[in-house]
């Protein structure tokens, strides 16, 4: 069978860059420090009331160009991804190349938790807000051997580039949180993963989750101002108000909410080597779905050793599919040569 021509030679460009780059996590950047502008996403779980409205409006922006969903070919549709037996709402569940961000929730059968009871009667109950933690020193990064994803330096999201993906997909074996999706259904398939609106900030604004979100549970800005807000909740006594920022951190928006007792802990601060998504929960957070083996550790240094090999086995790949290639397009034009002899 001959091979596509197009797929052959997308192949053998991308095997090509790889091989030849020869990137190790200490070639593609220093050991990372958080950039003095750097911005990310402060979630409490505790003031998330379940509404979604982070998820739609995430569709709505990045299917707009420059959006992390949006493609030529589908301008102007939202991938909204309804159940099977009433296409009335978006309900995906889970992260998936149609869904960047989303949100589930804790329904827990014990009152094993006193931090998640505060206030409260009955068994343990959280949401929890999912999609990309822009590591301080992503996995995702290191291992992608053609720069397809970059820390930016300034802001330091981790973005995507799709036409430099040839579609090795070692970020989505990297990851520790599982993050990158891939588009497996469509022709020239991509990673597909949250962005942080990226493409926004040019026109003044910023993530579109924390524009939509009424109740403040996800808040934008500076990372160091995110995580002294972090570490400012945990201060806080269960019982009392407190004027949490709505939408942005150092906005002028602000409510006043009854403060809820929070697990003494702020997720990200230090997870992988650190995240620009924190996570504040009343709910301890291996049982909100994070991953309980994920360690302090910084994972390109970890993730390294076991990718570092697979250049090679790619670069046999391609010298066996060259060699193939050869071989079909000989057969192909002897056959071509008798058809044309024939009357």
């Known amino acids: 069978m001959a091979i596509n021509r197009r ?9 090509g860059l790889m091989l030849t780059a020869g990137a190790t996590p200490g070639q593609a950047a220093p050991k990372g420090q958080l950039p003095p502008d750097a911005v990310g996403i402060l979630y409490d779980a505790t003031l998330c009331i379940g509404c979604m409205s982070c998820m739609v409006n995430c569709k709505k922006a990045n299917s707009e160009p420059g959006g992390a969903l949006y493609h030529k070919e589908t301008a102007g549709l939202i991938p909204f991804e309804y159940p099977a037996d009433d296409k009335i709402y978006d309900a995906p569940d889970g992260l998936s190349d149609k869904t960047l961000c989303v949100i589930k929730a804790y329904r827990g059968g014990e009152q094993a938790d006193k931090a998640s009871q505060a206030s409260k009667s009955g068994p343990a109950f959280s949401f929890i807000k999912q999609h990309c933690l822009h590591c301080i020193e992503p996995a995702c990064v290191s291992v ?20 430099k993906c040839f579609g090795c997909r070692y970020c989505q074996v990297a990851c520790p949180f599982g993050i990158p999706m ?10 597909v993963k949250c962005q942080l609106c990226n493409h926004r900030y040019a026109q003044g604004k910023y993530s579109a989750c924390c524009e939509s979100c009424p109740t403040g549970a996800s808040i934008f800005g500076k990372v160091k101002d995110l995580q002294e807000e972090a570490k400012r909740r945990l201060t806080l006594k269960p019982g009392d108000t407190y004027a949490y920022p709505v939408k942005r951190v150092d906005g002028a928006e602000r409510t006043e909410q009854v403060v809820s007792e929070y697990v003494n802990h702020v997720y990200g601060l230090e997870e992988a080597g650190g995240t620009q998504y924190l996570f504040l929960a009343g709910v301890s957070f291996d049982k909100l779905g994070f991953n309980p083996k994920v360690t302090n550790q910084v994972y390109p240094e970890f993730t390294w050793s076991y990718v570092s090999h697979v250049p090679a086995l790619i670069g046999t790949l391609l010298v066996a599919g060259t060699a193939l290639r050869v071989v079909t397009q000989k057969i192909e034009k002897k056959k071509n040569a008798g058809t044309g002899d024939a009357p």
């Open 182 to 191: 891939y588009e497996w259904e469509k022709a020239s398939p991509s990673v």
């Open 144 to 163: 992608c051997p053609v720069a397809a994803l970059q820390k930016q330096p300034d802001t330091g999201i981790v973005t995507y580039n799709k036409n």
């Open 7 to 15: 797929d052959f030679l997308k192949f053998s460009a991308g095997t």
